[in-house]
């Protein structure tokens, strides 16, 4: 489209360029946080095991399966299945056992 022609084009209609996180195939952009927390920190290492609290939609997830950290992931909400390499529970944390 021509740049006046994308000017009066209501917003709804307008290409989109889907986000970096989309592209890559993650589930959010909160992936970026964490790999940008782990370059800075290197707190991320193959063998560790994470106990992910509150993993819906699974960003998060998917980054510590990639790298190669056993991880469970407990959430209130359904969660598609992200990768292979982890265990996944519907339940809430907070209720009396």
Do not use: F
């Not at 889907?18 to 290197?42: F, H, I, M, T, V």
């Not at 699974?58 to 390499?85: F, K, N, R, Y």
């Amino acid at each position: 489209m021509w740049p006046r022609q994308l000017a009066r084009t209501p917003v709804a209609l307008r290409p989109t360029v889907p986000p970096r996180w989309q592209r890559l195939g993650y589930r959010s952009r909160a992936y970026l946080k964490l790999n940008e927390l782990n370059d800075k920190l290197r707190l991320l290492r193959p063998g560790m095991r994470a106990l992910e609290l509150g993993s819906a939609p699974g960003s998060w997830t998917q980054v510590l399966v990639e790298h190669e950290i056993d991880t469970l992931a407990i959430d209130l909400l359904p969660m598609e299945l992200v990768c292979a390499g982890y265990a996944w529970h519907v339940h809430d944390v907070t209720a009396a056992a």
